[in-house]
């Protein structure tokens, strides 16, 4: 089973302020990485996929990169409404298996 | 607009079978295209995926909870369903079902997520 690592688990941030979210996987994942946002009490919202790809209606201030078992999701400028947590999810060994990671919270500092 | 709503009971007994099913509206379930699932999410903790169905029954489950789960369609009410045998605690979470777009295998439509406590 592949593993994925996020970190740190909680980013102080302010609005206005460049986010670093990573996310580490046990062996390689040749791309095939995803990233949801998830707001308190709402469904997670899928931002990126294929470690680049932004999902239809996602602002350009979201952008995904990374290869191998490295990758990162940087928010450019934070809106007061990207405070949230942040999973990431692999489906390079699909099937049988699709997993998260533990999550990043992205709290205002 | 493509809307997913769980529903199912709240509160399930130990070693029982919890089952829930998301109604589909604002689309269609038997679209070729997708497939249709079901993610949890326990209290405080991150999200597990459990396991999909297409249009035409085929399936996919998370080989952790294979044993236990079934997931079900029923195209003629836009409907899928989830049951779960033998719960325990562990299994208590917000259980959220899902649009899987195949071939890049992410989840793009989400249903508000439904609580289900496990407990005597």
């Known amino acids: 089973e592949i593993v994925l690592t996020q970190s740190p688990a909680t980013l102080s941030l302010s609005p206005g302020e460049r986010a670093t979210l990573s996310c580490r996987a046990s062996?390689?994942?040749?791309?095939?990485l995803a990233w949801y946002q998830q707001k308190p009490g709402q469904a997670p919202r899928l931002l990126i996929f294929d470690t680049s790809n932004r999902a239809t209606g996602i602002p350009a201030r979201f952008s995904g990169s990374g290869s191998g078992t490295d990758f990162t999701l940087t928010i450019s400028s934070l809106e007061p409404e990207d405070f949230a947590v942040y999973y990431c999810?692999?489906?390079?060994?699909?099937?049988?298996?699709?997993?998260f990671g533990g999550g990043t919270k992205v709290e205002i500092k | 607009q493509l809307q997913l709503q769980e529903s199912g009971p709240g509160l399930v007994k130990p070693s029982e079978t919890l089952s829930l099913t998301c109604t589909v509206s604002g689309g269609s379930i038997s679209s070729s295209s997708y497939f249709w699932g079901w993610i949890r999410q326990p209290p405080g903790k991150g999200l597990e995926w459990i396991g999909i169905i297409n249009y035409s029954g085929s399936t996919y489950y998370n080989p952790s909870l294979k044993s236990r789960v079934t997931v079900s369609v029923d195209t003629s009410r836009n409907q899928f369903s989830l049951k779960l045998s033998s719960v325990t605690a562990a299994d208590t979470a917000v259980y959220y079902c899902m649009r899987h777009i195949p071939h890049i295998d992410y989840f793009d439509y989400w249903g508000q997520g439904t609580l289900v406590t496990v407990s005597s």
């Open positions: 999810q692999q489906r390079s060994n699909w099937p049988p298996a699709l997993t």
């Open positions: 062996q390689s994942l040749s791309g095939y």
